[in-house]
């Protein structure tokens, strides 16, 4: 059974204080890695695509990087608008259509 | 402007009323699909959708159904409800193999 564990399940961060998010995964034959950012009340948006281990992705202050069993979401000097739950969700290669398995996500909180 | 849309937002009903929450993408999407979130569960597939009149379990299907009659439209439906279904749905579409996006969500409180 494919599984996302996604840590820690809370951050708060300082303005400007860099900081990582962690997706670890066991899955039959990865598909693609997808990160997702949601804020309350709202649908889950699109942030990156992963699809083999080394491969790396930025956009702004985000970037995510993937290797055999994990992912991480690093975030570098943060703004309050980066308060947001991040998402982890994998796609396995045997998984029936899109399949997206997710992890219970990471609540990040940015203080001025 | 490409989206998913859903309706309604907000719902409050009572055990065993039927409901629908419609979804719609203006995307040619050939793929669609409804997930439920609750607290410390994340979010969980229920129904999906690959092409037109093709549709399959997700991982919690009990209690729904849904169908695809267009390629656009894929409404979900509760036959009767029950309190155990007070979740937030989202529907999400994608071409086949590509990224998905999700509807802004369906917030049911079933009494």
């Known amino acids: 059974e494919d599984q996302v564990t996604q840590s820690p399940e809370a951050l708060r961060l300082q303005e400007g204080e860099s900081s990582s998010l962690n997706c670890s995964y066991t899955v039959s034959g990865l598909r693609g890695l997808f990160w997702y950012r949601q804020d309350p009340g709202k649908g889950p948006e699109f942030l990156f695509t992963l699809y083999s281990a080394g491969e790396e992705k930025e956009k702004e202050r985000l970037k995510a990087t993937l290797t055999k069993k994990e992912s991480f979401l690093h975030i570098t000097a943060p703004k309050p608008e980066d308060s947001a739950t991040y998402l982890c969700?994998?796609?396995?290669?045997?998984?029936?259509?899109?399949?997206?398995?997710f992890g219970g996500g990471t609540r990040v909180l940015v203080k001025p | 402007e490409a989206q998913v849309t859903q309706n309604p937002r907000y719902l409050i009903t009572v055990t065993g009323k039927k409901l629908t929450v419609t979804c719609s993408q203006n995307m040619n999407h050939e793929y669609m699909s409804w997930y439920r979130q609750d607290p410390g569960l994340g979010l969980r597939q229920i129904y999906y959708s690959m092409n037109v009149e093709v549709t399959d379990k997700g991982d919690v299907p009990e209690g729904y159904k849904v169908s695809r009659k267009e390629k656009r439209n894929f409404p979900l439906i509760l036959e009767s409800p029950s309190p155990n279904q007070t979740s937030l749905y989202f529907c999400?579409?994608?071409?086949?193999?590509?990224?998905?996006?999700f509807g802004p969500g369906t917030r049911l409180l079933v009494l």
């Open positions: 969700a994998v796609q396995a290669g045997k998984a029936a259509g899109n399949k997206l398995t």
């Open positions: 999400a579409s994608s071409s086949l193999q590509e990224t998905q996006y």
